[in-house]
């Protein structure tokens, strides 16, 4: 016990020798201060998951032990400040108005960054009339974010954070122009759902998501899936604004988004768009061309679409150049099951996809509560891209659940004697296989029992 207090005490004067965060994993008192921003408010979860809903008219913020009613100014941080770090942070929103949630902390100090290990932001309801933010403010570092939106109306969100930031009229910066890899806010994995969203708030002009950060902030590996919501006065930016983000995967299932770009500002090493529905009313491999801001740098991208519907289609831009398609480096796939309305990029640039879906065997015999299953292989063409549909399952379907019934997995179980059809669906393609179900073997056996002695009273008969 003795070794163990002195070796605490020796890290604690070398965390004070030298300008080190004392690290603190347990989680404190929500703080209220509300001298932040020119007075607008902050509330500092300190680590404790906390719940914001709607009281009548009030927005409170709700702990296991306490509350506290909040105006619609005020910034939620799932971390703290002074340089504390916490092992996670957890916060639910159900209702009610606020400026942002941060899931990390906030600190201006270099020497005393303040940090989250964990980050956990759901939001099911309420209005955000600032920004959702995986990250922290200016010098703040989370390990893991996780954000996930099931409804609600929000201005933006940001998977990573914001590395620099006007606090009280004054300008903080985490990070530089020249080398944003080194930037003191920083976020390493970050993984964004949106299952429904109104971006923006009707009253807003426009709404932005960025999976990486804003400002030089670091965002290493980032992921964003959209599966639904209305997005149609939003841009959706795979890398961040300004900063580096080192790999993106983006996928979009449904919803309607105005435009999809990979990079703003900054650096993006690599992105994958993968498209399988929805709508985007406009689409850059690169960055949007007609926008002069947008500079960023992509180094390559791999952009699948396999459905929903692309209004327009375009190359973009990269380092403010003209992004040229060329099918190793930078790659467009393109499906039937797409519909491009306009597409301005190279056929050269293009590779056209085809697939099919096989079954085998075509037909099937089965005896009576008996159970085979039905195998499965998708094909396309060109080979080698049936990767692409892993995530997609077949769907089966019995005609008559009273012949013949069918799991997920197509395993087909007899019922009843006769004949039906079971149909396995993928994607756009559909087979049938038809299936009969006979008798079971004790039925067989006696069936050829009785016409072997039926036989041999025949031949018998012949001869005597």
């Given at each position: 016990?003795?070794?163990?207090?002195?070796?605490?005490g020796?890290?604690?004067?070398?965390?004070?020798?030298?300008?080190?965060?004392?690290?603190?994993?347990?989680?404190?008192?929500?703080?209220?201060?509300?001298?932040?921003?020119?007075?607008?408010?902050?509330?500092?979860?300190?680590?404790t998951?906390?719940?914001?809903?709607?009281?009548?008219?009030?927005?409170?913020?709700?702990?296991?032990?306490?509350?506290?009613?909040?105006?619609?100014?005020?910034?939620?941080?799932?971390?703290?400040t002074?340089?504390?770090?916490?092992?996670?942070?957890?916060i639910?929103?159900?209702?009610?108005?606020?400026?942002s949630?941060?899931?990390?902390?906030?600190?201006?100090?270099?020497?005393?960054?303040?940090?989250?290990?964990?980050?956990t932001?759901?939001?099911?309801?309420?209005?955000?009339?600032?920004?959702?933010?995986?990250?922290?403010?200016?010098?703040?570092?989370?390990?893991?974010?996780?954000i996930?939106?099931?409804?609600g109306?929000?201005?933006?969100?940001?998977?990573?954070?914001?590395?620099?930031?006007?606090?009280?009229?004054?300008?903080?910066?985490?990070?530089t122009?020249?080398?944003?890899?080194?930037?003191?806010?920083?976020?390493?994995?970050?993984?964004?759902?949106i299952?429904?969203?109104?971006?923006?708030?009707?009253?807003?002009?426009?709404?932005?998501?960025?999976?990486?950060?804003?400002?030089?902030?670091?965002?290493?590996?980032?992921?964003?899936?959209?599966?639904?919501g209305?997005?149609?006065?939003?841009?959706?930016?795979?890398?961040?604004?300004?900063g580096y983000?080192?790999?993106?995967?983006?996928t979009?299932?449904?919803g309607?988004?105005?435009?999809?770009?990979?990079?703003?500002?900054?650096?993006?090493?690599?992105?994958?768009?993968?498209?399988?529905?929805?709508?985007?009313?406009?689409?850059?491999?690169?960055?949007?061309?007609?926008d002069s801001?947008?500079?960023?740098?992509?180094?390559s991208?791999?952009?699948?679409?396999?459905?929903?519907?692309?209004?327009?289609?375009?190359p973009?831009?990269?380092?403010?150049?003209?992004?040229?398609?060329?099918?190793?480096?930078?790659?467009?796939?393109l499906?039937?099951?797409?519909t491009?309305?306009?597409?301005?990029?190279?056929?050269?640039?293009?590779?056209?996809?085809?697939?099919?879906?096989?079954?085998?065997?075509?037909?099937?015999?089965?005896?009576?509560?008996?159970?085979?299953?039905?195998?499965?292989?998708?094909?396309?063409?060109?080979?080698?891209y049936?990767?692409?549909?892993?995530?997609?399952?077949?769907?089966?379907?019995s005609?008559?659940?009273?012949?013949?019934?069918?799991?997920?997995?197509?395993?087909?179980?007899?019922?009843?004697?006769g004949?039906?059809?079971i149909?396995?669906?993928?994607?756009?393609?559909?087979?049938?296989?038809?299936?009969?179900?006979?008798?079971?073997?004790?039925?067989?056996?006696?069936?050829?029992?009785?016409?072997?002695?039926?036989?041999?009273?025949?031949?018998?008969?012949?001869?005597?």
């Amino acid at each position: 016990m003795k070794k163990f207090i002195y070796l605490i005490g020796i890290s604690f004067v070398f965390c004070i020798l030298l300008n080190l965060p004392i690290i603190s994993f347990a989680a404190d008192t929500p703080y209220y201060d509300s001298t932040y921003n020119n007075n607008n408010g902050a509330l500092y979860a300190n680590g404790t998951p906390i719940t914001i809903e709607k009281d009548g008219e009030n927005t409170v913020v709700k702990w296991l032990e306490g509350s506290k009613i909040i105006t619609n100014t005020v910034t939620i941080f799932g971390g703290g400040t002074k340089g504390k770090t916490y092992s996670s942070s957890n916060i639910t929103m159900e209702d009610g108005e606020v400026y942002s949630i941060v899931g990390g902390g906030v600190s201006t100090d270099k020497n005393n960054s303040s940090n989250v290990e964990n980050v956990t932001i759901t939001i099911n309801g309420g209005e955000v009339t600032g920004n959702v933010v995986g990250g922290g403010y200016i010098y703040s570092q989370v390990e893991n974010s996780k954000i996930t939106i099931n409804n609600g109306s929000i201005v933006g969100i940001t998977g990573g954070g914001f590395a620099s930031l006007m606090i009280d009229n004054q300008m903080y910066y985490a990070g530089t122009v020249d080398n944003p890899k080194e930037s003191g806010n920083r976020v390493n994995n970050v993984d964004i759902t949106i299952n429904n969203i109104t971006m923006p708030p009707e009253r807003f002009p426009s709404g932005v998501v960025y999976a990486g950060g804003q400002s030089y902030a670091y965002v290493g590996e980032t992921s964003l899936t959209i599966n639904g919501g209305s997005l149609s006065k939003a841009y959706v930016t795979a890398g961040g604004l300004d900063g580096y983000t080192k790999n993106a995967t983006v996928t979009i299932t449904n919803g309607l988004i105005d435009v999809y770009q990979s990079i703003k500002k900054g650096t993006l090493e690599s992105v994958n768009l993968k498209v399988t529905g929805g709508t985007l009313k406009s689409l850059y491999v690169g960055a949007e061309t007609g926008d002069s801001t947008a500079s960023g740098t992509i180094n390559s991208a791999k952009v699948e679409l396999l459905g929903g519907t692309i209004e327009f289609l375009a190359p973009g831009k990269s380092n403010s150049k003209p992004l040229e398609i060329d099918k190793e480096k930078y790659m467009v796939l393109l499906a039937d099951m797409a519909t491009i309305l306009k597409n301005t990029i190279p056929e050269s640039g293009q590779t056209h996809l085809t697939y099919d879906l096989l079954v085998f065997p075509n037909e099937l015999d089965i005896l009576k509560s008996n159970s085979e299953k039905i195998n499965t292989s998708i094909t396309t063409k060109p080979a080698g891209y049936e990767y692409l549909f892993t995530d997609n399952k077949i769907t089966w379907e019995s005609n008559n659940t009273n012949i013949a019934t069918v799991s997920d997995e197509g395993i087909v179980t007899g019922i009843n004697i006769g004949t039906t059809e079971i149909k396995a669906s993928f994607l756009d393609k559909t087979e049938t296989v038809t299936v009969r179900i006979i008798s079971s073997p004790r039925v067989i056996a006696l069936v050829i029992i009785l016409s072997l002695i039926s036989l041999i009273v025949i031949i018998i008969s012949i001869f005597v």
